[in-house]
């Protein structure tokens, strides 16, 4: 049995009260700190659930999963969080090879039916939400669904949802995001290179590189907003700057386009050695890219990086960008006077730590948005 709950904190924390569309309306206590989750359940059986230990106590607001069956409790939706994304499928038609989130091939259509229960008890206020997978646009339909639910429930949620954009090869299935008139939605897609069989390769599809280009510029004639991706790697990194100048001359209309830093989870972790590059060695090839698109008038983030591995003139465009549940601080960290700006690492990070990590004494001072330092190819 699953139940989902919205919190509403009473007694000053010591109580709280569920409501929710398949939760009756009664007290639930949360004891031992917030350790331990105290109800009853729909026969009137009090049941208890000990949170882990690396699971925070809900707040007000938040949403959770209850599974009577197997004891365990987890958050959907944390309504303090910046980070909150609808974790829609597990199964993908890619195989990228540094995926954080290796895909299964399984019916977990039920998270369709949970995600659309759940988004009426989402706080309005939510500033931002995620679809994220798996690949996204495999429900077909069902992503039709969600996507107008986040419109009519949340019409003041800015939506990001991350796909490889090939099922956007048809003009009719683009339509169909254009068609929802969806207020601030913008597709994560990747290009991983200019060189077809070079991204075919990285996520091991054949193919996919004519698909996901004909899915972008089909969305954009349907005016869905675009962010292009490049994760930074063995692979992608010695056509990093050809690649940053194939997007900017044949996609000058994405609304942004990021390049990031690698995550040691999932299959990156098992293909480590086949892409793990030291990003405090790949600087003046991030500088090239971003100044091949910077200076096209294209905006360019750069996430996943500490600023101490980038050199300063790329500091303008480093993003606070890692999840606030996987994002960690080391003790270098602790004493930098740039910690506030700095997005620190992922947690997977002690897998192989990057080097050149180092406290600032000092904030350096901010250089101008386009490095003036590279002639852009025209």
């Known amino acids: 049995m699953i139940l989902h709950s919205r919190i509403e904190v009473q007694d000053g924390g010591k109580h709280i009260r569920r409501v929710g569309q398949r939760v009756d309306d009664c007290q639930t206590a949360l004891l031992a700190a917030g350790r331990?989750?105290?109800?009853?359940?729909?026969?009137?059986?009090?049941?208890?659930?000990?949170?882990?230990?690396?699971?925070?106590?809900?707040?007000?607001?938040?949403?959770?999963?209850i599974d009577l069956s197997a004891g365990t409790i987890g958050f959907l939706y944390r309504k303090a969080s910046p980070h909150n994304a609808l974790f829609i499928t597990e199964r993908c038609n890619s195989r990228c090879i540094m995926c954080s989130q290796p895909p299964r091939s399984i019916d977990d259509d039920y998270l369709i039916e949970e995600i659309l229960e759940m988004l009426p008890?989402?706080?309005?206020e939510t500033v931002e939400m995620g679809i994220t997978g798996g690949e996204p646009t495999l429900l077909g339909e069902k992503l039709i669904q969600v996507i107008q639910s986040l419109k009519n429930n949340l019409p003041q949620t800015a939506v990001h949802m991350l796909t490889n954009g090939r099922a956007f090869k048809s003009q009719q299935w683009a339509k169909r995001i254009g068609d929802i008139q969806h207020q601030d939605l913008m597709l994560g897609i990747p290009v991983y290179s200019d060189i077809a069989r070079l991204h075919d390769f990285i996520v091991q599809s054949q193919g996919a590189f004519d698909e996901t280009i004909r899915g972008i510029l089909n969305l954009a004639s349907h005016d869905v907003p675009i962010e292009i991706r490049v994760v930074t790697h063995k692979q992608s990194l010695p056509r990093l700057r050809e690649t940053a100048l194939y997007i900017a001359r044949n996609f000058p209309f994405v609304r942004q386009v990021a390049l990031m830093g690698l995550e040691l989870v999932g299959f990156a972790r098992s293909n480590i050695d086949a892409l793990w590059e030291e990003p405090c060695e790949y600087g003046d090839t991030l500088i090239e890219a971003v100044s091949e698109l910077s200076c096209r008038g294209v905006k360019v983030l750069i996430f996943n990086h500490p600023l101490c591995v980038l050199p300063q003139k790329l500091w303008p465009y480093a993003v606070k960008s890692i999840s606030d549940w996987k994002n960690v601080y080391i003790k270098e960290c602790e004493l930098c006077a740039v910690r506030e700006r700095c997005g620190g690492l992922f947690a997977s990070s002690e897998v192989r730590r990057p080097k050149g990590i180092k406290p600032f004494s000092e904030a350096p001072a901010s250089p101008p948005q386009c490095p003036a330092f590279v002639t852009a190819s025209l």
Do not use: C, K, M, T
């Open 36 to 65: 331990i989750l105290q109800f009853n359940d729909e026969e009137g059986i009090v049941r208890y659930i000990a949170l882990p230990e690396n699971l925070h106590p809900p707040q007000e607001g938040d949403i959770l999963r």
């Open 121 to 124: 008890l989402v706080s309005a």
